[in-house]
């Protein structure tokens, strides 16, 4: 009997979104001689410059104490209740159907596909895993507990209960805290109750079959990220990942790993991957070193522009930014104790993309070549 496809979950995306709704309450700090335009691009500064603030303002789209303001001038006072609307509008493309690999009355463990991000920000407001658990499940819908990168496929456990939110995002972090204290075997996994394991395919030639790597990870500024941009730095958080060769292919030049993390940092494969001079395939934003691409951190005031875009807010950066896809990364095996009974551990495997399988699976699966399919 061939095996039943996966459950699948998802709905078409309309054209816009719903457009967001910012509510606001001036405190008495606020309220002194503050003009609207200077409180929202004073507390909203990464949202748009001033003169988009002023944009929005004069469009309408602000309201103090239920009454649309245009004059950016207007002065707020203390207990005045602020409204912006930010007009709908079209997200990027993003796939909208999720695989469902397990589910049980605690968690259920989705496929991602590479490209839909996990929960809101930036352009994406709707678009995202979170909302199509929404749509889908209704007002006690599951809700992620860990990240995995827009461009990053493969598995995504999420929470159907509180306690299950609990002991999940309790496994995830302890694996970080326990890098963090230096209180960690030889091994990833070892002490860990949590074991996450990926598929990569790095440029150029790894010639060691296993390499440990313990750079620690850091922020910068960045333009276009708000909060500054994650890269390797000496100055970062302690973070851990144990790289195992699985396939050298020397005529293209690229090979494919295996990667299991002790510690959870925001884009810590690819990170770690570019640091030991070895990025991922058709990563746009991070190069030898694990530093973005040219982009020198100390000149980014120095680059920014007043420039916005139809809605007041910014421009989209001319440089890559951290959830542009193209890289090849995978979540492929997820091991966690059943939230029911500790003794037992539940084991989650996601199918693996053509690109990320060896040739020996490539040749099991009748694939019409046994070398590494690069696009």
């Known amino acids: 009997m061939s095996p039943q496809p996966p459950q699948q979950i998802?709905?078409?995306?309309?054209?816009?979104?719903?457009?967001?709704?910012?509510?606001?309450?001036?405190?008495?700090?606020?309220?002194?001689?503050?003009?609207?335009?200077?409180?929202?691009?004073?507390?909203?500064?990464?949202?748009?410059?001033?003169?988009?603030?002023?944009?929005?303002?004069?469009?309408?789209?602000?309201?103090?104490?239920?009454?649309?303001?245009?004059?950016?001038?207007?002065?707020?006072?203390?207990g005045s209740k602020?409204?912006?609307?930010?007009?709908?509008?079209?997200?990027?493309?993003?796939?909208?159907?999720?695989?469902?690999?397990?589910?049980?009355?605690?968690?259920?463990?989705?496929?991602?596909?590479?490209?839909?991000?996990?929960?809101?920000?930036?352009?994406?407001?709707?678009r995202t895993v979170l909302t199509q658990l929404q749509w889908c499940f209704g007002e006690s819908h599951p809700v992620p507990v860990h990240r995995l990168g827009?461009?990053?496929?493969?598995?995504?456990?999420?929470?159907?209960?509180?306690?299950?939110?609990?002991?999940?995002?309790?496994?995830?972090?302890?694996?970080?805290?326990?890098v963090g204290s230096g209180n960690m075997g030889q091994e990833c996994g070892t002490v860990r109750k949590i074991s996450k394991i990926y598929r990569a395919l790095a440029s150029g030639i790894v010639e060691e079959d296993k390499v440990v790597i313990k750079q620690p990870i850091g922020v910068v500024r960045y333009p276009g990220v708000a909060k500054g941009l994650y890269v390797a730095s000496s100055e970062g958080k302690p973070s851990f990942s144990k790289v195992i060769v699985l396939e050298r292919d020397r005529q293209r030049d690229c090979t494919l790993v295996k990667v299991e993390i002790q510690s959870g940092r925001p884009h810590q494969i690819r990170i770690h991957l570019a640091f030991?001079?070895?990025?991922?395939?058709?990563?746009?934003?991070?190069?030898?070193?694990?530093?973005?691409?040219?982009?020198?951190?100390?000149?980014?005031?120095a680059a920014s522009t007043p420039s916005f875009a139809a809605d007041g807010g910014y421009r989209r950066p001319n440089q890559a930014v951290p959830g542009d896809c193209g890289y090849h990364l995978h979540a492929h095996e997820v091991e966690i104790p059943n939230l029911l009974n500790t003794h037992k551990v539940l084991?989650?495997?996601?199918?693996?993309?053509?690109?990320?399988?060896?040739?020996?699976?490539?040749?099991?699966?009748?694939l019409s070549s046994c070398k590494l399919k690069l696009s």
């Open 10 to 78: 998802g709905l078409p995306w309309p054209e816009l979104n719903d457009g967001l709704t910012y509510k606001d309450v001036v405190s008495s700090s606020d309220s002194e001689l503050t003009t609207v335009s200077d409180f929202y691009y004073t507390k909203y500064k990464s949202s748009a410059p001033l003169l988009g603030w002023i944009q929005r303002i004069q469009n309408g789209q602000i309201q103090v104490d239920g009454e649309v303001v245009k004059d950016p001038n207007t002065l707020l006072r203390s």
């Open 82 to 126: 602020l409204v912006y609307r930010r007009l709908p509008w079209k997200e990027p493309d993003t796939p909208h159907l999720l695989d469902i690999l397990y589910q049980d009355d605690d968690l259920i463990a989705l496929n991602k596909p590479s490209g839909l991000q996990v929960l809101p920000g930036g352009l994406f407001q709707q």
């Open 150 to 178: 827009r461009g990053t496929s493969g598995i995504l456990l999420c929470a159907k209960t509180k306690l299950a939110k609990t002991k999940l995002s309790a496994y995830f972090a302890e694996g970080t805290s326990l």
């Open 276 to 301: 030991i001079g070895h990025p991922l395939v058709g990563d746009p934003l991070y190069v030898a070193g694990g530093q973005p691409k040219g982009v020198d951190p100390d000149l980014v005031d």
């Open 347 to 366: 084991k989650v495997v996601a199918p693996l993309p053509p690109i990320l399988q060896t040739s020996y699976l490539a040749e099991e699966k009748g």
